[in-house]
């Protein structure tokens, strides 16, 4: 009782903003660990995987700059609400293809990159005007929450589905079970895109949001969303790989995902309706360095036990990050946007470059070693760099927050 009251104390727009993510929670994990386990399973080429990220990622810079100049004319809760809808969109493409041709998974990659684009730079916007550093913690916590929930119940149950689709007379094989999960997931980012709408959100005072010069601690924001977009450019899809050549097939993968989040998704609560701001950089210290520590132990060691502990330091470390990464990115835009006098989108605008950089990176380095080496190769090499770069980023981020303390005392 006590935890509902102070989820409807909070404001009307903040409130719309968590229902719609827990709704579209259960699309995510379909979107990603499924997806990447549909090309593993119809094509058997990592590098296959890792050209349809390469794509994604490169879809929501494109899109993140057209969102810009729509915002002139469309409230963001509507382009959030269209990014949502369009990731179902992808996900037919994808199943709708005879073959998995490189054209094909290219294009529903970017397509996909697109829904994204949509989704994240939307969201970012409207948690920033409906949120403010007291609350952060505790919007994060929640959101964290139900991802990491999701997390538990839908790999397990979609992936059981899917693995023993032959045996429902009414399914007939395994892509077709595929299919019924994407139905159902666009179902639920029908509605999550209908909700959304029931905000009452403006569009960003300022139309301008493309800028070339910002303060010297932004800069600073950018190489850790470089190091942040190394980890993402195949954290995503990795695990996926991994699980289908070490451990087993998507039923394992859907239980060894679920067991690993269990008590991750109350942890993530507890740790976000309590943390102080002044603690998120302990919290992004444990993240970088328990995604490091997965990644050397897995990539030395490379089997199935291996596999096993490196996805249950990404699925603690994973929520983890997110809640110390985005209120210390969102204090940095709230410092700046006032100190510069921009709107808080050119910010976010900039801040995704900084991600596609190192998601190219991390990502192109990836499809390199897959193609003119071995998938093995690329699993066991690319991973640990890219982390340990990530974790690097923490004494940036110590930077960055005393410069802020400093200046606003």
């Known amino acids: 009782m006590k935890e509902l009251k102070l989820f409807l104390s909070q404001p009307h727009n903040t409130r719309i903003l968590l229902i719609t993510s827990l709704i579209y929670a259960f699309v995510l994990p379909v979107v990603d660990i499924f997806v990447a386990a549909y090309i593993m399973r119809n094509s058997s080429e990592a590098g296959r995987v890792g050209l349809y990220q390469l794509m994604v990622y490169s879809g929501i810079p494109i899109t993140f700059w057209l969102n810009g100049f729509l915002l002139k004319w469309i409230k963001?809760?509507?382009?959030?609400?269209?990014?949502?809808?369009?990731?179902?969109?992808?996900?037919?493409?994808?199943?709708?293809?005879?073959?998995?041709?490189?054209?094909?998974?290219?294009?529903?990659?970017?397509v996909?990159?697109?829904?994204?684009?949509?989704?994240?730079?939307?969201?970012?916007?409207?948690?920033?005007?409906?949120?403010?550093?007291?609350?952060?913690?505790?919007?994060?916590?929640?959101?964290?929450f139900f991802n990491t929930l999701t997390f538990v119940v839908v790999p397990v149950i979609v992936g059981l589905f899917i693995s023993n689709a032959t045996d429902y007379s009414w399914i007939g094989?395994?892509?077709?079970?595929?299919?019924?999960?994407?139905?159902?997931?666009?179902?639920?980012?029908?509605?999550?895109?209908?909700?959304?709408?029931?905000?009452?959100?403006?569009?960003?005072?300022?139309?301008?949001?493309?800028?070339?010069?910002?303060?010297?601690v932004w800069y600073?924001?950018?190489?850790?969303?470089?190091?942040?977009?190394?980890?993402?450019?195949?954290?995503?899809?990795?695990?996926?790989m991994l699980i289908m050549k070490l451990v087993g097939e998507e039923g394992e993968l859907g239980i060894v995902q679920s067991i690993s989040s269990l008590v991750t998704a109350l942890m993530m609560y507890v740790i976000g309706r309590n943390l102080k701001p002044n603690r998120r950089l302990v919290v992004y210290f444990v993240a970088v360095w328990l995604f490091f520590i997965g990644a050397l132990?897995?990539?030395?060691?490379?089997?199935?036990?291996?596999?096993?502990?490196?996805?249950?330091?990404?699925?603690?470390?994973?929520?983890?990050?997110?809640?110390?990464?985005?209120?210390?990115?969102?204090?940095?835009?709230?410092?700046?946007?006032?100190?510069?006098?921009?709107?808080?989108?050119?910010?976010?605008?900039?801040?995704?470059?900084?991600?596609?950089?190192?998601?190219?990176?991390?990502?192109?380095?990836?499809?390199?070693l897959a193609f003119c080496v071995s998938d093995n190769?690329?699993?066991?090499?690319?991973?640990?760099?890219v982390t340990l770069l990530q974790a690097i980023t923490y004494w940036m981020v110590k930077n960055i927050l005393k410069k802020i303390e400093n200046e606003v005392d």
């Open 173 to 216: 094989n395994i892509n077709k079970a595929y299919e019924f999960v994407i139905y159902v997931v666009m179902f639920l980012a029908i509605i999550a895109s209908l909700i959304i709408c029931r905000g009452d959100y403006e569009k960003p005072a300022s139309s301008k949001f493309v800028y070339l010069r910002f303060e010297p």
């Open 76 to 110: 963001p809760n509507y382009l959030y609400s269209f990014g949502m809808l369009l990731s179902g969109f992808s996900m037919l493409i994808m199943i709708s293809l005879p073959e998995l041709h490189i054209q094909g998974i290219a294009v529903a990659g970017l």
């Open 112 to 144: 996909m990159g697109m829904s994204f684009g949509f989704f994240w730079s939307n969201r970012d916007y409207l948690v920033i005007v409906s949120t403010t550093d007291e609350n952060r913690n505790y919007y994060y916590g929640v959101e964290t």
């Open 220 to 240: 600073k924001m950018l190489l850790v969303a470089w190091g942040k977009g190394l980890v993402q450019g195949f954290i995503v899809t990795a695990p996926a």
């Open 297 to 368: 132990t897995n990539s030395l060691v490379f089997n199935y036990y291996s596999v096993l502990f490196f996805l249950l330091c990404m699925i603690v470390a994973r929520p983890l990050f997110d809640m110390a990464y985005f209120p210390i990115q969102m204090q940095v835009i709230d410092y700046l946007s006032e100190k510069e006098d921009r709107s808080e989108y050119s910010y976010i605008f900039n801040h995704e470059c900084g991600l596609y950089i190192g998601r190219v990176f991390g990502c192109g380095s990836f499809i390199v």
């Open 377 to 385: 190769a690329a699993l066991m090499v690319t991973l640990p760099i």
